[in-house]
């Protein structure tokens, strides 16, 4: 039987376009000290490191043969490490192969590390047009951006969606990230200024787009006996798993409807005894990169039916005096260090449950989901987290 695991430490850094006042071991030792210091661990308290980046998006081959020196100014020399790389899904990925460590009882404490130092390359955005098929596919030039506008525009004609509510969903996100001192963008944005933004690709504009970040974040996570030991709060994983999509973009049945996240949901509430998110659910860290995004996921996670989401959205149910309120923290859409977004994901859920998210902090949280998607929307992660053990 798998054994029970818990985070019980959390790191983050700020971030930014580029953190020239560190050089990139500095970033991830950052981080992984932030963690340490959290849990009140030292190097030897810990059993092993599962580490993750997106290579590509670093503009250096293998970055953690450069950032294990961060690790190993930390103390933890000779540890067994593991490097794991699933595009933008990496921090969701690093988080279940920690969790998959604990549980299977090979170790009982596990250091969990994901960076990214966009501002080392050129543009991400020349990466993300060769993350679709060669031949087939790349043709079209069909990146990131194109791939969310496509999703847009498919809700747009299906539901009714306007750019308006994208304009709202921007505004509420860049709020949040107000009360986030590690967020890339913090600044004051109404759904008017949205809507003057400029067009990056209909219907998109500049408002409705993740940044490219620097940054890093860690999580410990530990078994039952030790968790108990090492702190009062710790964040209980009830649930967590994975899902791929076809390989092929042009053949997924998806852009108004995520039917792949829909199916790992189902999966995931199946462990973690939920039947009705909405009502059970407290607060969710969702992958927005892109505004419709935000409103999509919410449909494909069952807060709400296909096409409802706009709802959600305009009573107020996912605000952050919402019933169920969606990224406290700013989201994807304001902080977005590629390789370690679905790790911020996963670390802003924690810290909501065991209470220590300072200003963007939701009242009385017991439960919280995290989402990460990557590969070309290929890729889902979730884990739910929860003050109880399951």
């Known amino acids: 039987m798998a054994r029970r695991a818990a985070i019980v430490g959390v790191g983050l850094t700020k971030c930014s376009s580029h953190r020239r006042d560190v050089i990139y071991p500095e970033l991830v030792y950052e981080a992984v000290s932030a963690a340490l210091a959290d849990a009140n661990l030292k190097a030897n308290d810990i059993d092993a490191v599962v580490y993750g980046s997106m290579d590509p998006f670093d503009g250096v081959f293998a970055p953690e043969r450069w950032n294990v020196d961060a690790c190993v100014s930390a103390g933890f020399l000779n540890k067994p490490f593991l490097k794991i790389t699933t595009g933008g899904t990496t921090g969701g990925s690093v988080a279940l192969g920690g969790y998959y460590h604990v549980t299977s009882g090979l170790f009982d404490v596990v250091l969990v590390v994901a960076s990214q130092r966009v501002g080392e390359t050129l543009e991400a955005q020349l990466v993300l047009n060769t993350c679709i098929d060669p031949i087939y596919e790349r043709w079209m030039g069909g990146g990131a951006i194109m791939v969310g506008a496509n999703q847009a525009a498919s809700h747009f004609h299906f539901y009714g969606t ?142 709400c039916e296909p096409g409802k989401g706009t709802e959600l959205l305009r009573k107020g149910v996912t605000s952050m005096d919402g019933k169920l309120p969606v990224c406290p923290s700013g989201g994807t859409l304001c902080t977005n260090p590629i390789g370690a977004t679905g790790l911020v994901r996963v670390s802003e859920a924690a810290l909501q449950v065991m209470g220590k998210a300072d200003k963007r902090q939701v009242p009385n949280v017991k439960t919280a989901l995290a989402h990460v998607w990557g590969a070309a929307i290929g890729f889902h992660v979730l884990m739910i987290l929860d003050k109880e053990a399951l």
């Open 162 to 303: 306007t750019e308006e509510d994208l304009a709202m969903v921007a505004a509420k996100n860049y709020a949040n990230a107000l009360n986030n001192p590690y967020a890339h963008l913090q600044r004051h944005l109404t759904m008017e200024d949205a809507l003057k933004m400029r067009m990056i690709s209909w219907p998109l504009r500049l408002s409705d787009c993740c940044p490219s970040s620097d940054g890093a974040c860690a999580i410990i996570i530990a078994c039952e006996k030790r968790a108990r030991k090492i702190t009062n709060t710790p964040a209980w994983i009830r649930g967590a798993g994975q899902i791929t999509d076809n390989y092929y973009v042009g053949d997924r049945p998806w852009f108004q409807d995520w039917e792949a996240l829909s199916i790992l949901a189902r999966r995931v509430y199946k462990q973690a005894k939920i039947d009705n998110p909405l009502e059970e659910l407290d607060v969710a860290e969702l992958y927005n990169a892109f505004t419709i995004q935000e409103i999509i996921e919410c449909e494909a996670l069952g807060f």
